[in-house]
């Protein structure tokens, strides 16, 4: 009897691994909606708020962003896509103690943002230079740094924004304004963290209507201007017209009375001839 309720009990279990299926990571669609990842889940519902890690030499192909690590959050699925919102990045380790050494100066620091449609996001920059500097120096390049980072922030998208960090603009922008202050070795954002999302979602639906009112006023452009066309060509052959008749009128009295004179020359010729025979 026991044998028989253990294989009843071992029917009744069921493989787990069957009951998964395999879901495709997307990226935002400021990243292309690239596939970033694969995962198993029995139930959608279990891939919410999975954290994925990539590294930014696999979405852009360039080994020089190899120690460059992005985080995404999955927010939503659909059939086997799941969707994610980027949450921050980070740098390995190894890069940044390679970028600190002795008998520098190391100056980094901490500010929250809030962008122009509504996400706060935390920029961690870091500085080095080539020789130690003094306290009242650091100060300076470290305002400098609030300074460029929250302005930068404030006018731009989180998507704009975060594209502009990790293109390594922001850091030519700091690094031309610290000129005048001491000469940086070199300047990263080496972290980034994604403390509220957007709450604003009006630019898509501005950019469609600001799209069908370009075609439009292109539309009325091109009219208007094939109608200037036909109205300059037809101008154009009147006033040749115009010239021609002109002209023809000028040459027919001179015809005329060059006609005239050899007529009255024939004649003559033909009274001496006359003459001259009697």
């Given at each position: 009897?026991?044998?028989?309720?253990?294989?009843?009990?071992?029917?009744?279990?069921?493989?787990?691994?069957?009951?998964?299926?395999?879901?495709?990571?997307?990226?935002?669609?400021?990243?292309?909606?690239?596939?970033?990842?694969?995962?198993?889940?029995?139930?959608?519902?279990?891939?919410?708020?999975?954290?994925?890690?990539?590294?930014?030499?696999?979405?852009?192909?360039?080994?020089?962003?190899?120690?460059?690590?992005?985080?995404?959050?999955?927010?939503?699925?659909?059939?086997?896509?799941?969707?994610?919102?980027?949450?921050?990045?980070?740098?390995?380790?190894?890069?940044?103690?390679?970028?600190?050494?002795?008998?520098?100066?190391?100056?980094?620091?901490?500010?929250?943002?809030?962008?122009?449609?509504?996400?706060?996001?935390?920029?961690?920059?870091?500085?080095?230079?080539?020789?130690?500097?003094?306290?009242?120096?650091?100060?300076?390049?470290?305002?400098?740094?609030?300074?460029?980072?929250?302005?930068?922030?404030?006018?731009?998208?989180?998507?704009?924004?975060?594209?502009?960090?990790?293109?390594?603009?922001?850091?030519?922008?700091?690094y031309k304004a610290c000129k005048?202050?001491?000469?940086?070795?070199?300047?990263?954002?080496?972290?980034?963290?994604?403390?509220?999302?957007?709450?604003?979602?009006?630019?898509?639906?501005?950019?469609?209507?600001?799209?069908?009112?370009?075609?439009?006023?292109?539309?009325?452009?091109?009219?208007?201007?094939?109608?200037?066309?036909?109205?300059?060509?037809?101008?154009?052959?009147?006033?040749?017209?115009?010239?021609?008749?002109?002209?023809?009128?000028?040459?027919?009295?001179?015809?005329?009375?060059?006609?005239?004179?050899?007529?009255?020359?024939?004649?003559?010729?033909?009274?001496?001839?006359?003459?001259?025979?009697?």
């Amino acid at each position: 009897m026991a044998k028989a309720r253990s294989r009843a009990a071992a029917r009744k279990i069921k493989d787990k691994w069957k009951a998964k299926k395999w879901y495709n990571v997307l990226a935002p669609p400021s990243f292309e909606n690239a596939t970033i990842a694969e995962t198993l889940a029995d139930d959608p519902s279990k891939l919410m708020n999975r954290v994925t890690e990539v590294s930014m030499q696999d979405l852009t192909n360039d080994f020089r962003k190899s120690h460059v690590k992005l985080y995404f959050k999955i927010h939503g699925v659909e059939d086997t896509n799941a969707h994610t919102h980027y949450i921050g990045h980070a740098f390995t380790s190894d890069y940044l103690r390679r970028m600190v050494r002795r008998r520098r100066s190391k100056i980094d620091g901490v500010f929250d943002v809030t962008t122009r449609d509504g996400a706060v996001i935390r920029v961690k920059p870091i500085a080095t230079t080539e020789k130690r500097i003094q306290n009242s120096q650091k100060k300076l390049i470290r305002a400098v740094m609030r300074k460029i980072i929250l302005e930068q922030g404030s006018n731009q998208t989180l998507s704009d924004f975060v594209k502009y960090i990790l293109d390594g603009r922001i850091s030519a922008d700091i690094y031309k304004a610290c000129k005048q202050l001491y000469p940086l070795k070199r300047i990263e954002v080496y972290k980034t963290q994604v403390l509220s999302l957007p709450t604003i979602q009006e630019e898509p639906v501005k950019k469609k209507e600001k799209t069908e009112e370009e075609t439009e006023s292109k539309t009325e452009e091109e009219t208007t201007a094939e109608e200037t066309e036909e109205t300059e060509e037809k101008s154009e052959e009147e006033i040749s017209e115009e010239v021609e008749e002109k002209k023809n009128v000028e040459e027919q009295p001179e015809k005329t009375e060059e006609a005239e004179k050899e007529a009255e020359e024939n004649q003559e010729e033909s009274e001496g001839e006359v003459s001259k025979r009697e």
